[in-house]
């Protein structure tokens, strides 16, 4: 039986990442949209991958755990990498806290019931995340350790103080990174690690959408402002990842890695600070 790693939404970046670390493995690739982990196993499977699908939706725990269980009875799971979510340009506040804050808790909950030793898991953030102004040491730790069943009940969370997309984007991202720190620390007593990718602007046909779209324009400046001067690729964010879910990455976990082509540091000290 081979070992099984699980990809939790396999767009451009979840596909990428698949490539570097699934040779010899069974990928399970889930979807909300089974078609579309369908048309990623054909070219996986064409390129020589072991690709099963399934549907999953992540905003749904009982969803979840069926997907928990399909990905035990295909072998020991070895590894997560959940790469699904809405953006701000795709849903309003509410939703976005459900699917990319809540689910992403559950996730890390449930397959940390599950990765077997030696094990590691990949969430994909952003690097909105880095964006969002200080929070308490309270506000932080209420959303790394709060009950999954708990945790949009928040203050912080509240309709009435998260009213704006990207606002719930930001909070949700910061609190993957943060739930991963906390995660880490139970997923560790499993002899498993998992850790935090947050990028920035990746060109996948999402973010090309975006390139085009009535927001392009300030994209656009954010690349062009940003120390590297230009957007990243699949491939580059794979490479981290590919490290953090290796051996080369045995001593990684619970760590955050920011990889966004230095827009966040022109965002705090550069041409893109917001005006005082």
Not at 175 to 185: I, K, Q
Not at 197 to 210: C, F, K, V, W, Y
């Amino acid at each position: 039986m081979k070992d099984v790693i699980v990809v939790i939404g396999p767009g451009s970046i979840g596909q990428a990442i698949a490539r570097r670390v699934g040779a010899g493995k069974k990928l399970l690739l889930a979807d909300i949209r089974v078609e579309n982990a369908q048309a990623a196993a054909a070219v996986l499977s064409d390129a020589g991958f072991d690709a099963e699908v399934t549907s999953v939706d992540i905003s749904s725990r009982e969803s979840i755990q069926v997907l928990v269980g399909k990905a035990s009875s295909l072998g020991n799971v070895s590894g997560l990498i959940h790469a699904a979510g809405v953006s701000p340009s795709q849903a309003s506040p509410q939703t976005i806290l459900k699917v990319d804050l809540y689910g992403t808790a559950v996730i890390l909950e449930e397959f940390g019931n599950v990765i077997e030793r030696g094990g590691s898991g990949v969430v994909i953030a952003s690097q909105s995340g880095h964006r969002l102004g200080p929070l308490s040491v309270e506000q932080s730790r209420s959303l790394a350790t709060t009950p999954t069943e708990e945790l949009l009940s928040l203050p912080i969370l509240a309709p009435e103080k998260v009213t704006d997309s990207l606002h719930a984007y930001q909070l949700s991202k910061r609190g993957n990174a943060l739930r991963v720190m906390a995660e880490a620390v139970r997923w560790g007593k499993r002899g498993a690690r998992v850790n935090t990718i947050s990028p920035g602007i990746i060109i996948t046909p999402l973010a090309n959408d975006e390139l085009r779209g009535p927001r392009s324009e300030g994209y656009r400046r954010m690349l062009e402002l940003s120390p590297v001067g230009r957007a990243g690729t699949p491939d580059e964010v794979a490479s981290v990842a590919a490290l953090l879910l290796g051996a080369d990455g045995a001593f990684i976990t619970g760590s955050d890695f920011l990889m966004d082509g230095g827009v966040t540091s022109s965002y705090w000290f550069g041409e893109l600070a917001p005006q005082q």
